[in-house]
């Protein structure tokens, strides 16, 4: 690895710890009412809701807010998918998109996904893309969000039947927190040379011609536009990750320049890294956000490492033809197939560690094209469970579920009941929290259980009565792309292997329900124990508690979600990335 | 019941509202702000010469001609460089498709120029991930110098003296890789003949 290469990333991480603090001061406010620029635009919307309804609710009614909130979102993407023939701002007179995908695009988007079954700019209006998945770019976030601060709220309250509100919860959250920063990001990206025009597609004569399929020149390129900015900075705060242009963020219209890769990069783990803070602040013990995010920057940073040296060090094949792949002030060296030459092989590798870490899933290099270790490190970041970072609010109470069994454990060793900021766990948080852990790993081992063990998920190369082709790599290959498929559905990252024909019905409707799973199935234990844990009083400090901010228990943690992640994934990734290597 | 009833009107009127504010007005007023403040950047930062269009700074050309510099190999289709249609190889790093193609690329270098050899600089013989990277590194430049002086008639040193001129450093001095743009090179070397 170079000078540079580290300098790169110390800059990143001190940067991003920087920004991270007062963020996550500001959040904590905003979760505890106290930031109140807005109120001119949130007053009379709470007037709208209809009386009582931005009033204090218990767990079930949190829950069933946003269920409520989350199928009708749903609802409404699918159903502007299926019609989108017939409604306006559809200038290419794109048709409507199959039932089976609409479902997996509207399911995709509601859980924070964005895995993206369909081809990209040929298949949704202007219309869907804006009323649809932009929108749900911000409140698929902020459902997450809303979701770890009343989790919080249950830590930290005593005796109590609620946990927050959700209506408000949400408000807050896409009014000062994710329009603010998206609306800055999304300017400085523009200042980079981002696009942001209604314009149509510009057509520019090109300085040499070239020879077209039909062998007559092609003198001409189309420039594509559109309003890119604002939905790029959103995708990326959002931990939502659904490019505007096929190759996401590795366009240079989405993504120009080595500063506006930076500020992308740090707003893919902006908002995870400062929830840490926040949670601190609202615990009142700001020693207890550092230890979870110390656990996570533990396991993060050495993994950012290797996969910047891996990809630094290319692969001897390369050099064996004659190719220089050593890194100077002269030229990035290094395995280049599939990078940008702007990004290098540090800005592209640590993208590629963040983007799997926070559940983003948006990319800026092919990681296809990654060297056999190089590649194995956003594998591995995805199969955590996507608590190291992890999505935005997802990640961290996917974590304190973890911190939850890490008290556990602690406790059984020395035989004594378990407490987790003063609040005793017990049985009930445990199954809540065990379910946390165990479904994720359940939907993804299932669903590429059931892809490889029927025709429909084999497709044509295994079973030609099959339609479509879906495995088109045989043998191991062909498992790890299935694999990788139902790891990132399965922990609502979304992003995407190519290799797997996954827009057909199978794929769309199975992927879809992992989604729905993943994400409705671990919000209502987490939300159960808010609930459970807000109705307990609190137990004093003694000599037999486990402190939850030392090092002790940062590494004990840290221990318990790679034994975790470990243990449920090895034998299957045995089967597939290990056998081929 | 009471309640689902009591929680209907919030989800309707939450998610119409949200819809109007982050999927109309945001986008608007990003446009317009854009559109004020930054015109130039916002609608593709194309590069006009002589009141017309030929190009886009960002977007990168595909060249073949001894005369210019090439580009980082692209694998758009149907057409390399196709801005349409954004794309990456996704050869694996060990796939014998990889091999092959950086093979023919060294083999057309060397066709264009019968004195080239090795070593080769990485990123003129690997395809970027988006098929449309407009730069290249100090070190492709230079690989490139003798081929494009000689089909110009020009020296190597003049040459060598426009490539340092279109030389861009790390941003900072930290971020990302020194950089030469292939397509404002190129548009430069035409315009000294």
């Avoid at chain 1, 240079?252 to 080595?258: A, Q």
């Avoid at chain 1, 983003?360 to 608590?387: A, I």
């Amino acid at each position: 690895m170079t000078a540079n290469g580290w300098l790169q990333i110390v800059v990143y991480m001190v940067v991003l710890l920087a920004l991270s603090m007062p963020l996550g001061r500001y959040m904590a406010r905003v979760y505890a009412g106290r930031a109140t620029f807005l109120a001119f635009v949130e007053r009379p919307l709470y007037r709208l809701f209809g009386e009582g309804a931005s009033a204090e609710q218990g767990w079930r009614q949190y829950a069933l807010a946003m269920l409520l909130f989350s199928g009708l979102g749903m609802l409404v993407v699918y159903a502007l998918q299926r019609l989108q023939a017939a409604l306006p701002l559809n200038p290419a007179g794109l048709a409507a998109v199959a039932p089976d995908s609409a479902f997996n695009t509207a399911a995709s988007f509601a859980t924070n996904t964005n895995w993206q079954g369909y081809s990209g700019e040929a298949t949704m209006s202007y219309l869907s893309q804006m009323l649809g998945l932009s929108v749900q770019n911000f409140v698929s976030a902020a459902s997450g969000m809303a979701v770890v601060a009343a989790l919080i709220r249950g830590i930290a309250r005593r005796t109590t039947a609620t946990i927050g509100n959700f209506w408000v919860d949400l408000t807050r959250t896409t009014l000062y927190i994710l329009l603010p920063l998206s609306l800055l990001l999304a300017l400085a990206l523009v200042s980079q040379g981002v696009v942001q025009t209604f314009g149509p597609y510009v057509d520019a004569p090109m300085l040499q011609a070239t020879t077209g399929v039909d062998g007559g020149p092609v003198t001409a390129q189309v420039l594509p536009m559109g309003p890119a900015a604002s939905q790029v900075a959103i995708k990326q705060l959002g931990t939502n990750g659904g490019g505007f242009f096929n190759v996401n963020s590795a366009h240079p219209f989405e993504n120009p320049t080595p500063l506006s890769n930076f500020l992308e990069l740090l707003a893919i783990l902006l908002i995870p890294a400062a929830l840490c803070t926040t949670f601190g602040a609202l615990v009142g013990d700001a020693r207890q956000g550092r230890a979870l995010l110390a656990a996570m920057l533990i396991v993060f940073v050495p993994l950012l490492v290797v996969g910047v040296a891996q990809e630094q060090a290319g692969t001897p094949q390369l050099a064996a033809q004659g190719v220089d792949l050593a890194a100077s002030d002269a030229q990035p060296g290094g395995n280049m197939e599939g990078k940008e030459l702007r990004f290098g092989v540090v800005g592209s590798a640590m993208w590629a560690a963040a983007t799997t870490a926070a559940s983003n899933g948006s990319v800026n290099s092919m990681h296809d094209s990654y060297t056999p270790l190089g590649g194995l490190v956003p594998m591995f970041l995805m199969l955590l469970g996507e608590v190291i970072f992890g999505g935005v609010g997802s990640g961290l109470y996917g974590m304190l579920a973890f911190a939850i069994i890490a008290v556990f454990i602690a406790g059984l060793m020395v035989g004594r009941t378990p407490e987790y900021l003063g609040k005793k766990i017990e049985a009930f948080e445990m199954k809540m929290a065990a379910l946390v852990i165990l479904i994720p790993c359940a939907v993804v081992l299932g669903g590429a259980a059931l892809a490889v063990a029927t025709p429909w998920g084999r497709g044509a190369l295994y079973d030609p009565g099959v339609g479509y082709t879906s495995i088109y790599n045989p043998g191991a290959h062909g498992f790890s792309e299935v694999l990788y498929a139902f790891a990132s559905m399965g922990n609502n990252n979304g992003s995407a292997f190519a290799g797997l024909g996954a827009n057909n019905p199978f794929y769309n409707v199975v992927g879809g329900l992992v989604m729905l799973i993943a994400r409705f199935w671990l919000m209502l234990p987490v939300l159960a124990v808010a609930g459970s844990l807000a109705a307990k009083k609190a137990v004093p400090v003694g000599p037999g508690t486990l402190p939850t901010h030392t090092p002790l228990f940062v590494a004990l943690l840290i221990g318990v979600v790679i034994i975790v992640g470990v243990l449920a994934f090895v034998p299957a990734l045995a089967l597939g990335p290990i056998v081929e290597s | 019941m009471h309640t689902l009833t009591n929680q209907i009107r919030p989800a309707i009127v939450s998610l119409l509202a949200l819809t109007l504010i982050t999927g109309l007005i945001y986008p608007l007023a990003v446009t317009m702000i854009a559109q004020a403040a930054f015109p130039h950047q916002a609608n593709g930062s194309l590069i006009v010469v002589g009141g017309q269009v030929r190009g886009s700074a960002l977007i990168g050309q595909p060249f073949d001609d001894p005369k210019y510099f090439w580009g980082r190999p692209s694998a758009t289709s149907p057409t390399a460089y196709n801005a349409a249609a954004s794309a990456g190889a996704n050869d694996g790093p060990l796939s014998p498709a990889l091999a092959e193609a950086v093979q023919a690329r060294i083999d057309a270098l060397r066709a264009a120029d019968p004195q080239a050899s090795g070593p080769y600089p990485v990123d003129l013989v690997t395809a970027s991930a988006s098929g449309l990277d407009p730069q290249i590194s100090p070190a492709a430049a230079a690989f490139q110098v003798r081929r494009v002086a000689a089909a110009r008639g020009l020296s190597e040193e003049q040459v060598r003296q426009l490539v340092a001129q279109y030389t861009e450093g790390r941003t900072l001095g930290v971020l990302g890789e020194p950089r030469v743009n292939v397509l404002a090179l190129n548009l430069a070397l035409d315009a000294l003949q």
